[in-house]
């Protein structure tokens, strides 16, 4: 009986395709005085239809901070005009919407009309509330832009059947009822979360969102680093967010370049998880000892000296380090001066360890920086592993 009823959808909406088909001049000439209202009206039907296939999270904090990113970048896309590279950049406020689908998948999708998903296992991908900003301001571009009105257009064009239907409905005002409400709602979410809107909305959606980004107060290498970690995991671009459009190296490079032409720095550690350098305490001989940790090893422990407390110096070796780090050091900028118990960077000394201080690590002070300049140069390796694509 449900195969009767999906055939007999599937003929309805056939045959009144057939119908419309004599419209294709007219639907493909429509202006953008017609996006808007239709969009949002079969927007809703689509996300009727992902309400029933799939299970919505309630988890108040995640929706909290999803929603809290997202209406901040819809704030934006509802008042200011993004040039669009594909599809139309004339505002047209949306009531957006911004859920999580209690699902596995590393994905995100729009319908029309501004609402957007989540996925779960998005949300356990991102490393950072600006990756998180990067991917919904793609997403909200993508409704912004109206690239779905776009795709149908461009599929109308070529007398694709199922596109002049859904095309007709979102500009000429038909009634979702006339094609089947279930159909056209099932068609538009599965068209949205597939990616399936073309390279060129894509690209579009990577560009504007970086735009969108720093109007809405989030650092757009957020996108960056969540393109170029995403791209080093393959089996996450086949069966999620780009499973329609690889993720190649030029997209990466392109989402670099928006930023780059805004003249923003890019400090990938700033967006990610990254290794940092911390001050931690360790009792020795009964004696809290200030100790300065990387990649969850000591590299030093540092005596008092010039009027300075141990925890001071170790505080000042940990920012240094981590200045270091974040200006994008490479790993032939780096040395060890044994003789002289130093660690080099850009010829400068970024710690300095004193006989004090290497006895504190029962070694000598040429040892301690010999050893601490290693540990270095493979954090810097695993962030240049990271960028690869």
Known sequence: MATIHWISRLLIAFLI?????AQVPVIAASTDSELGPNEVKVGKEAADEVKKEYKLSDNAADLKRVREIGNKLAAVANKKMIDAMYGSSKVTPFEYTFDIIEDKDVNAFCVPGGHV??????????????????????EVTHAAHHHMVYLLKKQAALQ?????????????????????NVLLGTQLYTIAKSNGYGMQAERDAD???VLLDVEAGYNPVGLLTFLERLAQ??????????????????????AKAAIEKLGLPINRRATTKSISAIVKTEKIDGVDQPEVSLADKVIYRPAPADGKTAQDRAQEVATAINNMLDSGLMISQLRADTANGAVIARDKAVMIVSDADAKLMNETPGQVAQAAAAIIRNVILMQMVDTVH
């Open 160 to 180: 694709n059947e199922m596109a002049v239907a859904l095309l007709a409905t979102m500009l000429s005002g038909a009634k979702g009822s006339d094609i089947d």
């Open 233 to 254: 995991q393959p089996e996450l671009v086949d069966y999620g967010i780009y499973r329609s459009h690889p993720l190649d190296e030029d997209r990466v490079k392109a």
């Open 117 to 138: 998903y989540v996925y779960r296992g998005l949300l356990n991908f991102v490393q950072s509330d600006q990756e998180l900003a990067g991917v919904i301001a793609h």
């Open 17 to 21: 395709a057939l119908a419309l088909a």
């Open 207 to 209: 560009n504007s969102a």
